[in-house]
């Protein structure tokens, strides 16, 4: 091979990505009143990634984390997680696709009261009648430290407690991609630092693909990654971010 075959050859350590959203276009309503949530979003998540989504108020983090997950249709463009197209997807569909692909967690945890920590963290296994894998069940239990807690119901744990309960609900099935929508909002400083770790221990042991949606810089510093977005566009990124290199990017964005 010549040396200039080689150095055009794709990267064979570079993941394929997991999920991708191509010219992603949302706009809201018509008219005067049109607001266009996401302008032309085009990225691209690789396999065992953690990456944080942020940008100011109203810059459409929620509306591309929506789009990305199914739980709402666009305007224009693509979003494929694998080789499914989810904008070619009906509602069946696509409420199929995110039980059996995509894993969720809620700034309000969404766990049902009446189950144990235990019956929550396999409701969905058992909703979709699959079966589950128990060295994952008990490693993942270890990671996120319940051992103690599987029998406990939601009302008798912290805060912090509940959200890793709900941390191992999303990860047991092992989605494709876990979506975390202000996983941290709802906790204290303490149970919000733990659940990262979790986040982050679980992109790198258990090779989880997780796209976060946060306000919090110091959160965002403990993905591999943190995509900014502005009036809709996707308008820079980090890697390997700090905290303070986070909210130098905010600042000069919310200027
Ligand atoms: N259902 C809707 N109807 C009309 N406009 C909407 C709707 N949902 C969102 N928008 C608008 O789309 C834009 C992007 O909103 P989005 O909620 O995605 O932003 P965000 O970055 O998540 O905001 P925040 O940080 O405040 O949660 C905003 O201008 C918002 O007002």
Same mark, same amino acid.
């Given at each position: 091979?010549?040396? @200039? ?10 993941? *394929? ?5 191509? +010219? ?31 940008? *100011? ?8 984390? @929506? ?12 979003? @494929? ?11 069946? !569909?696509?409420?199929?696709?995110? =039980?059996? =692909?995509?894993?969720?967690? $809620? !700034?309000? $945890?969404?766990?049902? *009261?009446?189950?144990? #920590? +235990? !019956?929550?963290?396999?409701? *969905? #296994? ?20 319940? +051992? ?12 912090? +407690?509940? !959200? ?9 099935? #092992?989605? &494709? ?16 630092? &733990?659940?990262?770790?979790?986040? =982050?221990?679980?992109? =790198? &042991? ?11 810089? /110091? ?8 995509? $900014? ?8 990124? /980090? @890697?390997?971010?700090?905290? &303070? ?11």
């Amino acid at each position: 091979m010549s040396e @200039h075959a080689t150095a055009i050859a794709p990267d064979p350590t570079a993941a *394929p990505p997991v999920v991708s959203a191509h +010219q992603l276009s949302k706009v809201y309503g018509s008219g005067d009143s049109a607001v266009r949530a996401l302008d032309n979003v085009t990225v691209e998540f690789t396999r065992g990634a953690f990456t944080a989504i942020m940008g *100011p108020s109203g810059s459409g983090k929620s509306t591309l984390m @929506h789009a990305l997950a199914g739980l709402d249709t666009v305007t224009s463009g693509t979003v @494929h997680l694998g080789r499914t197209d989810l904008t070619q997807l009906k509602d069946k !569909q696509l409420t199929l696709l995110r =039980r059996d =692909r995509i894993g969720f967690i $809620f !700034q309000s $945890f969404n766990l049902l *009261p009446m189950l144990t #920590a +235990q !019956q929550n963290i396999l409701l *969905p #296994a058992q909703i979709a009648k699959r079966d589950t894998d128990q060295a994952r069940l008990d490693h993942i239990i270890n990671v996120v430290g319940l +051992q103690d807690r599987l029998d406990h119901l939601p009302s008798k744990l912290s805060g912090g +407690q509940q !959200q890793r309960v709900a941390v191992a609900r999303a990860l047991l099935g #092992a989605p &494709e991609v876990v979506y975390a929508d202000e996983p941290t909002g709802n906790l204290d400083s303490r149970s919000g630092a &733990e659940v990262l770790a979790f986040l =982050r221990d679980s992109a =790198r &042991e258990l090779n989880q693909t997780i796209v976060m949606v946060t306000h919090d810089p /110091v959160a965002a510093s403990y993905a591999d990654r943190v995509v $900014f977005l502005r009036d809709g566009r996707l308008v820079d990124e /980090v @890697h390997a971010p700090s905290a &303070e290199a986070v909210l130098d990017r905010l600042v000069k964005l919310e200027a």
